[in-house]
């Protein structure tokens, strides 16, 4: 499958998505005394919170304050992830909930979006069973949230928009973030990939990227307002650029933004290692603000299992890209995702996996358990082995990845790594937490001024999910 024709939102279309904000802002003026409250929760991954983001920025344009607790809230917003069951159960389950709420607050509004809502069955069953629940939109409908907003507050019915239309990449609605020291940029949306295990491509649509002088001017922004860490967000960052006229590409995106002035370090994430070239990580080795930690999802460690699950590569492949980059950049590290008990997959798949992992030497795994998405392909492959087999399995394969996490925590303890300060840690009272550029999670006695900021840290002790350090060199 090849990635849609690069289609963005007309300024027309833009105006008119405007025009609803401040139709919205009217009819809220006149219904409340004081700003109505918003509740916007996103399931998932960074594409979705960033989603939310842009949701709440819509909201604020629109004259709605925000608050954490859903009793207060006069519009309740989930958006929604469909990843694995687990998380769309968490979402049936929590908007069950919302029934009390609704109950108590009759002229309150509660809309369901994001990736579950962009499957069919399941916006009939909400329709269906959850009367309560007043919009629901898919993500190919999220640039147009405030006409959605503006048809449910002026008419006395539900709105379902859950067309299937084209995506298009909408540039110039407002933003909202959550951080002030650390932001996300999405550089494109959808997936052509079709890994067999995954929703992703059935609810996000087909790749599309970003212009690259509108990623480079929101980084200039950011940076002008003093963030400290950009995350450009796709995923499959490594493909950046299909559709797009012109001579671009990932490697060129980072360079461009690897030369904007300032104090500030570069994240990215997914790298899907077919598409991992030598060329991207040369220019990562070239960028002094680009970190030196790539997430590479391997997914298994069974050339059997990778085939099946349609990835394109093979574990002597994978494997030569870990050691290029480490010939090239002895501290980078890496993460990754993997799925134990995919369909038809034996021990001795998992054993493969497992010595893989010991032999790339993780710094972090992101660890799932199969979970069967109807409408993929792998839904209809045979899966013999029991769930409870599964999760021994994934036992296994987690203990193997704490002793690596362990190894690699232990050989940190003596250096002296720049931190950015993120927060309070859970190590104890005056510590703060926060992440190298390598990724590697410090804690630190500090005080909260040093939030948001760059601190250098010596490693003094090793701990299985941390290491602990000293504020040096103020
Ligand atoms: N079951 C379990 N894990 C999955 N992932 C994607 N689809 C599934 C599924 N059906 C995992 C992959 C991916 C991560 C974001 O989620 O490991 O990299
Ligand atoms: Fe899903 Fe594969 Fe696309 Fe990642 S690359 S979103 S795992 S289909």
Known sequence: MSSQKHVEMTAEELHCQYEYMAKVKEILQHRYVHPPLAHVHSFGCQANVSDGERIKGMLAEMGYGFTDSTDSADFILYNTCAIRKGAEDRVFGNVGELQHNKRSRKDMIIGLCGCMMQQEQVAAKIKKSYPHVDIVF????????????????????????????????AEG??????????????IMYGCDNFCTY??????????HSRRPEKIVAE????????????????????????????????????????????DFRVRFMTSHPKDCTHELLDTISQCDKVCRHIHLPVQSGSDRILKLMNRHYTRDQYLDLVRYARAKMPDVTFTSDIIVGFPSETHDDLLQTIKLIKEVEYDALFTFIYSKREGT???????????KEKSLWFRELQAAQTEVGSRHNAALVGKTLRVLADGHAKSGEGYLTGRTDSNAVVDFKADDGHIGKFVKVHITKALSWAVLGEIVDE
């Open 198 to 207: 995954c929703i992703v491509p059935y609810v996000r649509g087909r790749e």
């Open 173 to 186: 609605l407002p933003i909202r973030r959550d951080g002030s020291y650390k932001a996300w940029i999405q």
């Open 219 to 262: 980084a200039r922004e950011l940076v002008a307002q003093g963030y400290k860490e950009i995350t450009l967000l796709g995923q499959n960052v490594n493909s950046y650029g299909k559709g797009l006229d012109g001579d671009v590409s990932f490697s060129k995106l980072l360079r461009m933004i690897n030369e904007i002035e300032g």
């Open 377 to 387: 392909k792998a839904a209809g492959m045979d899966d013999p082995v029991p769930e």
């Open 138 to 169: 898919g993500t190919h409908a999220m640039h147009k949230f405030p006409q959605i907003l503006f048809q449910a507050l002026t008419q006395k019915q539900r709105v379902f928009q859950i067309d299937d239309s084209e995506n298009v990449i």
